[in-house]
Structure formats: structure tokens, C-alpha cells
């Protein structure tokens, strides 16, 4: 089993900055692919950013290219997700998710497609 732990969220003020980590414990692996998806209450799960372990390639919703950064530490089995620029609608649960093979990048958006899941932690951003 793949163990999933998340954490670095809390309360942020529109503007600041804020880092999660999500560690990788048990039985893990150096390739496929790791991402971020998060919740907001009433709405639907959404694709954040992901990230190749390999190559470092990275991929990211355009809701929030250019203000969060996914970058990953292979040997610590660490990914991370910085956090610039928040803004309220950025509020969610924010959820680390794996898949040990690759993925075409139509499919990289795609939650289906990660068997491996954190617990969530909540990000709020204040105005």
C-alpha cells in the first residue's frame, strides 16, 4: 500500500503565500505521475497541477498557471505545491493524488486515473 499524508494548509490572506506538502509513505515508487486536485463545498473535484517524477515535467490548470508551482523532491518521496497569490476562490480541500506508470497528457487531468489518495487539507484564503 501507498500512504498519502498531506499537509501546510490553513488560513492565507488573499495575496500571501503558502506551501502544502504531500509525503509518500509504505510501498512507493520513483516514476508516474503525482498532482494536486482540490473541493470547494458543493462543487465538483477539479485538476490543480501535476507533475512527471522522472522528467519533472509539469502541467497545470489555467486557473492557476503562473501563481502555483508543483515541484517534487524524489528522494525525500515529497511532492509540493507552492501557493503564490492566493485569492478566495482558491478555497478548497486540496487533495495529493499518484499513479506509479505514466499517462498520456490527455488523460494527466483526469482523477480517474490516480489510484492513490491523501486525506485532504483545507486551504482558506481570505479577502
Known amino acids: 500500500q501507498v500512504q498519502l499524508i498531506e499537509s501546510g494548509g490553513g488560513l492565507v490572506q488573499a495575496g500571501g503565500s503558502l506551501r502544502l506538502s504531500c509525503a509518500a509513505s509504505?510501498?512507493?515508487?520513483?516514476?508516474?505521475?503525482m498532482g494536486w486536485f482540490r473541493q470547494a463545498p458543493g462543487k465538483e473535484r477539479e485538476f490543480v497541477a501535476a507533475v512527471r517524477r522522472f522528467s519533472g515535467d509539469t502541467h497545470y490548470a489555467d486557473s492557476v498557471q503562473g501563481r502555483f508551482t508543483i515541484s517534487r523532491d524524489n528522494a525525500k518521496n515529497t511532492l509540493y505545491l507552492q501557493m503564490n497569490n492566493p485569492k478566495p476562490e482558491d478555497t478548497a480541500v486540496y487533495y495529493c493524488?499518484?499513479?506509479?506508470?505514466?499517462?498520456?497528457?490527455?488523460?494527466?487531468?483526469?482523477?480517474?486515473?490516480?489510484?492513490?489518495w491523501g486525506q485532504g487539507t483545507q486551504v482558506t484564503v481570505s479577502s
Open positions: 509504505g510501498r512507493t515508487f520513483s516514476g508516474g505521475v
Open positions: 493524488a499518484a499513479r506509479s506508470s505514466s499517462l498520456v497528457l490527455s488523460a494527466i487531468r483526469d482523477g480517474a486515473q490516480y489510484p492513490y
